[in-house]
């Protein structure tokens, strides 16, 4: 069965420097989110993605944040500055037909800002 | 806000013991409804899914759920668990006017005692 792949999956960071989270999606789907578990708290949804632009963004998802397909097959998450408190497993996920098919999740990423 | 609600935190059973997680979410509004469970390690799995029509949903791995919309519940249930049950199952909604954000419970992390 085809899967949500992400990379890396740990990835530490310095307080104050960009990040960038890699994603690649199933092939054929057409919509991508990301998603954020901060330890010990509920998945949280971030931002949907869809015909190369944002359709639906969480109050979190603040400038700080942004989204990107560079290509046919990746989806990235970048923070420009990141803080203390971004550290969290980030879960990329896709889906072929969002209103009649449940989102596949990756693995995640888990960030740990120092 | 929409909200889900998971009634217990940490669930703890023998094996062979039945199951029932406990799922509410507060939203007037038609909606989809998923169940995921995390295995230690591992990413988001799809254990089952309501989108319509019979309201007793079956999934993988012997789980069941079912959606009782007077009462706005989603209840999961497994009639003999395992071992390999051991894990955080989540209760999501996704809302049909707003297909892309998944509204995730806060967990419920099930012990299975061999």
């Known amino acids: 069965e085809p899967e949500v792949t992400q990379t890396p999956s740990h990835q530490v960071t310095q307080m104050g420097q960009e990040v960038i989270l890699r994603c690649v999606p199933i092939s054929n789907h057409l919509y991508f989110y990301w998603y954020r578990q901060i330890l010990g708290q509920k998945v949280e949804f971030l931002v949907s993605f869809y015909n190369n632009e944002i359709s639906e963004k969480s109050e979190i998802f603040d400038d700080q944040f942004s989204v990107e397909r560079p290509d046919g097959s990746n989806f990235t998450l970048k923070i420009r500055s990141t803080k203390l408190e971004d550290s969290a497993m980030y879960f990329c996920?896709?889906?072929?037909?969002?209103?009649?098919?449940?989102?596949?999740f990756g693995d995640g990423t888990r960030l740990s800002i120092l | 806000a929409q909200s889900v609600s998971q009634h217990n935190h940490h669930v703890i059973l023998s094996e062979a013991a039945s199951l029932e997680l406990g799922c509410n979410y507060s939203y007037g509004g038609t909606v989809n409804l998923f169940w995921y469970v995390q295995y230690p390690g591992q990413h988001l799995q799809l254990l089952l899914k309501?989108?319509?029509?019979?309201?007793l949903v079956k999934g993988i791995k012997g789980f069941e759920a079912e959606f009782i919309k007077s009462k706005f519940s989603f209840n999961l249930r497994k009639p003999s668990v395992q071992w390999s049950d051991t894990a955080e199952y989540f209760c999501?909604?996704?809302?049909?006017?707003?297909?892309?954000?998944?509204?995730f419970g806060p967990g419920t992390s099930l012990s299975v005692i061999p």
């Open positions: 309501y989108f319509s029509g019979d309201p």
């Open positions: 996920a896709s889906n072929l037909d969002r209103g009649h098919q449940p989102q596949h």
């Open positions: 999501a909604v996704n809302l049909k006017t707003s297909y892309d954000k998944v509204i």
